[in-house]
């Protein structure tokens, strides 16, 4: 894509790296007057290391400069390539001596190319090996490439993905190399991965021989408002074309509800397409804080094109999976200051929605009707499934009442565990129980129970 | 000096990932180059959990290597089981507080959990301390804090010095919970010592 996009990419290897690298990034895109792309995979971007800051350096406010040659209008793009091929030489003679891209040599005939989290795989792995670490992989240094490779027998080039940097060392007739025939290009590396590839060990495997290892795949939390939509749509039997948030479970057991998930807005889009396809009941879902994200100019096309989409909004005020920060329906900001709440109904019904109902999520029976209406409903219609985030903090400081089963009435069927709720366990006789520092008194377990037997818990003796 | 691969291993909603930052914290206090990395699902609640520390002089790697854990700090006994191969069988041990959480979404989940965990886990040669953190923490008032009698057992087994960890409890327990957790710390010290 960088090179596409004829932009310098930097690849730190470190938690130092990634904040050095973005000041230094910003200089770099003064110095050429370019944009800079910082990469990241996943282990870098998920993990924790020491980080010394700086002084803060107080910068002077600077005008935006009008300058339609440089950042308006295609006529003039053309005229600007030339200017975008000098920029990009210049970064490549920058590349051969830039203090990102690092050689440490050693006395082994073995070398390694390396960049990113790999950087530090390598290091623990072979110690003793010579390494160029290129901590810019855009554009590559060609002579120093080349002058590395020549003082080593063999070659390793470990990047983790893409065989990006591999590729341009061969395209340079670069011949004593080893990499993705080695390493591959799936997952993320680790260090025992490196070992195993180089045949210096394998590590253990799980404990699986001998004994059940059980998987504890992750659920809903207590609570959740999303459980009560997807039991409802396994009920309808539609097919959900689904979008990014904690509800991406419900494609999981034991839902298995939501059937497409693409990236963030795809939900009604996909929707819409498989209608057109000639699909029936198809329905859309969507959390509050990706349709406003992503959701809107889609639903607006839907309407404009005359869809029957049927889309449900699962509203808990929150972007949940993120860690519950707000959004715009929250009605607050990150600053945790008042601001305008957007008026989720008011707004699906300008656009041209002709159905828009809201529903307590956590009420079963209704949240099924609503969806059989909205699913009939001719034109397009959205249902609003409203409850709060558990974890929101005021949520988790609310005073609950938690529910306890009456063990006297409880027949044993089974049905509250169906809710798959954590707090839901079983006792040695067999009976369930609900932890009562876990319940949320969210009632969904005491709606399923066929003989009443799921109480508050003041009301159980 | 050699590096210190630690392995927390425990069900969302434990507390596993505070008691790997605080011996991070820890780690770093008392001046060790240190990396945590942890592996998560997209819930918050009942998923498995692995949070991996690593300190040291000089640490590279982020991600601990099965097989040459230090400790394995089990939160539950399915979860110290399906880290259980981090440990170096050598020189390495798998702390695991003596409780049971029931996988919610398998049937008849109950019935096929390997309750048999520690006595296979020994069978396999590895060294297991099992500690009642559970039920002392529910003893001390409240039964959240076993991953903090977990810590104060896995405090005995690493180069930190008592005064560390005290220090970093105090930075990072709430103030209206830290009394209780200083117990629980204590309470999982004198088991292990």
Redesign the interface.
Known sequence: MARMAKVPVLEPSD?QECHDFILAGMELSEQFKSPVMLRTTT?LA?????VEVGERKEVEQREFVADARRFSVPIYRLARRPEVEKTLNALTEYAETCSFNRVEHSKNSVGVVTSGIAY??V??VMPEAGVLRLGMTFPLPAKMLREFCSKYETVYVIEEGEAFIEEYMRNLGITNLKGKELFGVIGEY???RL?KALALGS?????TE?????????????GCGHRTVFAALKQLKVTVSGDIG?Y??GAL??YEAEHTTFCMGASIGVAVGLEQAGHKDTLAIIGDSTFIHAGIPPLIDAVYNKSHLTLVILDNSATG?TGSQPNASSGKNILGEETPKLDLEAFCRATGVGLVEVVDTWQRKEMVRALRRSIAYPGPSVVIARGACQ?LPEMKKRNVIPFKVEEELCTQCNACFKV???A???TLGNFPVIAA?ECTSCTVCAQVCPTDAIKLAEAVA | MKTFSLMFAGVGGQGSLLIADLTSLAAVSAGYDTKQTEVHGVSQRGGSVETHVRFGEKVHSPIVTPGEAYAVIGLEKLEALRFAHYVNAKDGTILVNDHELIPGSIANAEKIYPHETIDFLKSKGLRVIVLPASQTARELGDGRMANVVLLGALSTLLPIPQETWDKTLRLRIPAKYLEGNLKAFQAGRKMAS
């Open positions: 938690a282990r998920h993990h924790k290391g020491l530090q795989y290091k623990e680790s260090p025992g070992r590590p253990p495997q799980p404990f001998g004994i059940r290892l059980l998987p504890r795949p992750p659920m809903m939390c207590v904690c991406t479970m057991p034991p999976m974890q798959w709720c954590p839901i366990t079983r520092n």
